[in-house]
């Protein structure tokens, strides 16, 4: 049976603020003299997730997987493909990609023909180009934990390519993995 603490009786209202007051300077502690570690702040209509279960010690941005079902498929090739919905599509490898040769691939290209590098930077590309229409692609690569990487859009024939705007989440996405913190030994 239980029974109800009156706290007009003085040992109970002792207890009660004794227990209170734990809990207000255990909180006070946890706020100002331990350091938890800051999850990143997903964008808007995106969310976060671990790429740990797959040997990549980073975390990557995604759409919402609550509204685009999520795919991540080891291909035989080696890349680790991410997939949310018809117009979140990447690659990522364990190696970084020729960048320069890349550009030159991309300028002599008789068939999908340039239009304009849309970002040209060391480390990263985002093209526009056309045979028929616009189709918007990237490359990119990162040193993430001591490791290179490289990320480019997925292409698949069985879906219409992605435009600017998708493909621009999906570059943005790369440039901001967020790498886990490093194990500690014990």
Not at 150 to 171: C, E, H, N, T, Y
């Amino acid at each position: 049976m239980l029974y109800p603490i009156y706290l007009n009786s003085g040992r109970a209202l002792k207890l009660w603020f004794s227990a209170s007051a734990s809990v207000l300077l255990f909180t006070a502690l946890l706020s100002c003299g331990i350091k938890k570690s800051e999850s990143p702040v997903a964008p808007e209509g995106m969310c976060i997730i671990s790429l740990s279960n797959y040997g990549k010690p980073f975390s990557l941005f995604v759409p919402d997987t609550s509204k685009n079902p999520l795919r991540i498929e080891e291909d035989p090739s080696g890349a680790l493909n991410i997939m949310a919905g018809n117009a979140f599509a990447l690659s990522i490898y364990e190696q970084s990609a020729d960048l320069d040769m890349k550009r030159s691939d991309i300028k002599s290209d008789e068939v999908n023909k340039l239009t304009s590098f849309l970002t040209d930077e060391p480390n990263a590309i985002f093209w526009e180009s056309a045979i028929t229409e616009p189709e918007y692609h990237f490359l990119m690569n990162l040193k993430i934990a001591g490791q290179d990487y490289s990320f480019q859009d997925l292409l698949r024939p069985d879906i219409k390519a992605p435009g600017k705007a998708a493909v621009q989440k999906m570059f943005d996405a790369c440039k901001q993995a967020v790498a886990h913190p490093p194990k500690e030994n014990s």
